[in-house]
């Protein structure tokens, strides 16, 4: 079209041009020149405006797609209070010093529509991964998103599953103390992603839904955390169906339960009995903030059909009080107590407890310094009791 208008006006132009030239008319071969360099200044013109528009289209691109991330860099000292004992796991290492940069995170979205959006997240732990090396390289994330009716979406791929409140929230400014919260790590073995469909959404202004089919865990031994498969190359002949509900009808406050089943953890290796392997999760979780006042509960059970001793009932809790003295300055205390093998056959006494407290300063809303002191006690082996002091640096973006 441009080209057409062009050569028109040219046109156009020619033809007034020779009309006023009275003394003699143009050429043919004059006319043809003269229309040759008029074509080369389209075709110009035309490449212009193509270049023009694919650069639209690509900064268009850009600004539908985003980046993101979030890291944290630890330093701790936990002394275990039974020394270098020789029968100590960690025999060599008496005051448990150690310097970590524990993960770096990278976040990668695209907006295709106004309804349909893909994200991703990318983690390498302990700034090492490879054949000998402390860390990892983990894809935690790739889903796309569909709002398919107002309030209410369906996602597919590989996500964080909605269990409690810390699994789907957890960069190092949202949350206080330097390592996060030891029952969401032991019990719900946060953080925790698996690959299939979930639906999520809001009932009315109040409350919001999780339905998830996913992937499930995988370990005869029912220990929950070393039973995650991350979604590599995972056995799926049994999966795991959770629903979360949560009430938010109440400005700062955040409560909700959590239910998961699945009905073999040990994807069709256990054959003691017809519920061999069947798995029942149930969490509470409260988060409330009012004012410069926050506090955070949760507490979690596993019901196991276990052949493995005393993993049958798996349980932890913990409560966190803090208080927000300046804009910038927050304080708290964390108590926890869990036990990974309360059920049939435990033979012994095996319950945890911590004390945790300590402070959290945000330089900035997304750059945060902790400090915090921990004591430790476990039972029945006394050389994992411990006690010591962390500092850590986090950020997100």
């Known amino acids: 079209m441009l080209k057409k208008s ?182 719900l073995g946060a953080v925790w992603w698996e690959g299939g469909a979930m639906a999520k959404g809001e009932l009315g202004s109040a409350f919001k839904y999780d339905l998830a089919v996913t992937s499930g865990l995988n370990d005869p031994a029912a220990a929950i955390r070393s039973g995650r498969q991350k979604v590599a190359k995972s056995n799926a002949e049994d999966h795991a169906y959770t629903a979360r509900l949560r009430y938010v009808g109440v400005p700062g406050l955040d409560a909700g339960v959590t239910y998961q089943r699945q009905q073999d953890i040990t994807q069709g290796a256990c054959t003691v009995g017809d519920k061999c392997g069947q798995a029942d999760l149930m969490v509470g979780h409260v988060a409330w903030k009012q004012g410069p006042v926050g506090v955070r509960a949760v507490y979690a059970e596993w019901e196991v059909e276990s052949f493995a001793s005393g993993a049958g009932n798996q349980w932890g809790w913990y409560v966190e009080p803090s208080y927000r003295v300046t804009p910038k300055l927050g304080v708290f205390a964390r108590y926890s107590e869990w036990d990974k093998s309360d059920g049939v056959g435990s033979l012994t006494e095996s319950r945890s407890e911590q004390v945790v407290a300590g402070a959290n300063f945000w330089l900035t809303e997304r750059v945060v310094f902790k400090f915090d002191v921990q004591n430790e006690n476990n039972t029945p082996n006394r050389f994992d009791d411990k006690e010591g002091y962390n500092l850590g640096v986090g950020y997100s973006f």
């Open 6 to 187: 062009l050569l028109a006006a040219t046109i156009a132009a020619l033809t007034s041009t020779a009309s006023a030239q009275t003394p003699s008319t143009p050429t043919l071969e004059e006319l043809a020149a003269q229309l040759r360099t008029q074509q080369a200044q389209i075709e110009a013109l035309t490449a212009e405006v193509e270049k023009k528009s694919a650069d639209t289209s690509g900064n268009e691109w850009f600004r539908k797609t985003t980046l993101g991330g979030y890291g944290e860099l630890h330093f701790s000292h936990n002394k275990r209070t039974k020394g270098n004992d020789a029968n100590s796991p960690v025999k060599g290492d008496p005051n448990g010093d150690s310097l970590d940069f524990h993960r770096f995170v990278l976040f990668i979205g695209h907006q295709y529509t106004d309804n349909v959006r893909f994200f991703s997240e990318l983690e390498l732990e302990h700034s090492l991964a490879g054949e000998s090396k402390p860390g990892e390289i983990e894809l935690e994330q790739a889903y796309i998103e569909w709002d398919y009716a107002q309030n209410h979406s369906l996602v597919a791929g590989q996500f964080l599953l909605p269990i409690g409140y810390f699994n789907e929230t957890h960069e190092p400014e949202t949350f206080y103390g330097v390592e996060r919260p030891t029952v969401e790590g032991e019990i």
